[in-house]
């Protein structure tokens, strides 16, 4: 028996320390009353709203730090275990989290573009009304076209576009600061 007790609590350290772990990692996890995250390109107008409520806090905490090289790696990899546990008290997974973020500063600059693709259209076409010569016509009517098309880009849907729109002033309130 003597021989084995160096055994048995090499096993028992070992045996804590994964225990240890296992539960640690499951207090990063949001609770299990928590509604299943959503892992669809397109955000929620509900997941907007708690975002909305809950960005702030966040940035507040000084979470936001731990983001330092946001572009260069994985953004959760970033995170420290602080904000995981934050994020998971509030039912947020850090990646969808970190994702409405990223995809909400992509929504207002398609919106932006939107906004401004369309200002230079209804200057063309009252240009194009009062123009008489045809290959300044033709010109007019392809700049309207390429602006149609500049308008068009990004890969944001018009679901979250007319979002954006509605909820405009709260969202450059909030991710502005």
């Known amino acids: 028996m003597k021989k084995h007790w160096k055994i048995w609590l090499i096993f028992l350290v070992l045996f804590l320390a994964y225990s240890g772990t296992v539960i640690f990692k499951s207090l990063l996890k ?58 998971g008290r509030r039912c947020w997974t850090p990646e969808r989290f970190l994702y409405i973020e990223e995809r909400l500063n992509q929504m207002l600059q398609a919106l932006y573009l939107r906004q401004h693709a369309d200002a230079v259209i209804s200057i063309l076409e009252e240009e194009l009304v009062n ?33 954006t729109e509605r909820h405009l002033a709260e969202i450059r309130n909030v991710l502005m600061r």
């Open 30 to 87: 949001p609770d299990a009353t928590c509604a299943p995250q959503a892992t669809t390109v397109e955000i929620s107008e509900d997941e907007l709203t708690r975002f909305l409520e809950a960005w702030p806090s966040f940035i507040a905490a000084d979470y936001n730090q731990d983001m330092a090289s946001l572009k260069l790696e994985k953004a959760t990899d970033q995170l420290s275990w602080r904000a995981k546990y934050w994020l």
């Open 131 to 163: 123009e008489k010569d045809e290959h300044q016509r033709v010109a007019y009517q392809n700049m309207i076209e390429a602006q149609k098309q500049i308008a068009l880009a990004g890969k944001i849907s018009e679901n979250e576009l007319e979002m």
